[in-house]
């Protein structure tokens, strides 16, 4: 569960049950002053995590010990008020000062407890920053992709392809294959099945104009059920070719409810003083010529209503 879903607070309050002795402290370090801890004031020494599963063990004091950590916890190490393991301790025949040896051992958990606390908070506050870096990332991407793209098919919206129009013409480049893609009888679908489906038979002729496109070519969504298609330096030849692709990419479609189908007009820009906007309109006059010659094919009504 992220920072975005849950307060910082009560994050670091409740994720310290997740942490283990192993991932507080450097055990190599810990094992090396508990042993200095053992031999300087004469004790064995134990200790384990929360369960009283053994994780360091220092002289022969605790031979057939079972820890029992509910009843008999010994002195508890505590990070954020969550009990993070057990130490133990046994005084052996050459502990001394026995005063003196208990309260090194207590200020040895309360190093521990100081220790575990800092390197706790510094780790959660890397993965708060980490989480919150992340999450500015994916909102400055979703702000940058709102003003590019159509939120329901993921292709250019209208005012951003027309932008890129505008950049086309005043580059010079040609020639420019112009499409005007519009849907056939979407109305259809939104009449018998309501905006859910017929917005799915949109993104679905989005989807098969965008899997069948290159790299180079610029979609976008123009109307309600209507795209354009720009391909710079295209020939006939190659526009044609993605004309055919997509109609019987979409003829081919199978599905309960939807039968998408597509006219598309195309047009060239081949003298750089053309505007594309007109050439647009031009394409779609070219556009309704295939839509008649679509939507009176033999089979195109039954598939339609099947």
Known sequence: MGYQ?????????????????SNLYHMETVKEYLKNLARAVGISILLTDRHGEKEILIGDGFVGFRPDVVNEPGRKVRVQNRTIGHLYVKETEECRESGLAMALVDSTVRLLENLGEETYIRHENSIYLEELEAILNERRRQIIQNETDDALTGVFNKMYFESRMEVIDRSEVIPVAVLNVNIND???????????????????????????????FIIGRIDGDAFGVLIPMATEGETRDYMRRIQEECDSYEDP??????????????????????????????????????????GYQERLRK
């Open 5 to 21: 879903s849950i307060p910082y607070d009560k994050r670091v309050k409740e994720n310290i049950r997740n942490y283990s002795f």
């Open 257 to 298: 409810h939807l039968a998408p189908s597509v006219a598309v007009g195309m047009v060239f820009k081949t003298n750089i003083e053309e505007k594309l906007e007109e050439r647009m309109s031009d394409a779609e006059y070219e556009m309704f010529n295939n839509k008649f010659e679509v939507k009176n094919a033999p």
């Open 186 to 216: 979407w109305k259809y679908a939104n009449d018998h099945f309501g905006d859910e489906e017929s917005d799915r038979l949109i993104k679905t002729v989005a989807d098969i104009l965008k899997r069948e496109a290159k790299s180079d």
